[in-house]
């Protein structure tokens, strides 16, 4: 069973994206949203876990409007994977469950 698990909080004032890469699985997948996104810059401070997470084959995704609308674009770990809205309705698709974390 695989989830898509959805951030959309910063990982400087929340521990939310901290939290969700504890417990994802290996079928699983992260869409960063909204604020979220800031989690996919190179100076996050979840950067470690995120390259750990990435190295098990969990890919980790970034809204592309919201990286766009952040000026994250040239931040970004070379690792993450970029989706637009379209995407993100593919993503819900292609895993059994979509969890939110707020």
Request: proline fraction near 3%.
């Amino acid at each position: 069973m695989s989830t898509l698990h959805t951030v959309n909080k910063s990982p400087f004032t929340h521990t939310t994206l901290l939290s969700c890469l504890q417990i994802c699985g290996e079928d699983d997948g992260i869409l960063l949203l909204e604020d979220g996104v800031f989690g996919a810059i190179k100076s996050s401070p979840c950067s470690e876990q995120l390259s750990i997470i990435m190295q098990k084959g969990i890919k980790i995704y970034a809204l592309m409007g919201d990286v766009k609308a952040r000026g994250l674009q040239e931040k970004l770990h070379p690792d993450i994977h970029i989706t637009d809205y379209n995407g993100f309705v593919q993503l819900s698709i292609e895993h059994r469950c979509v969890q939110s974390w707020y």
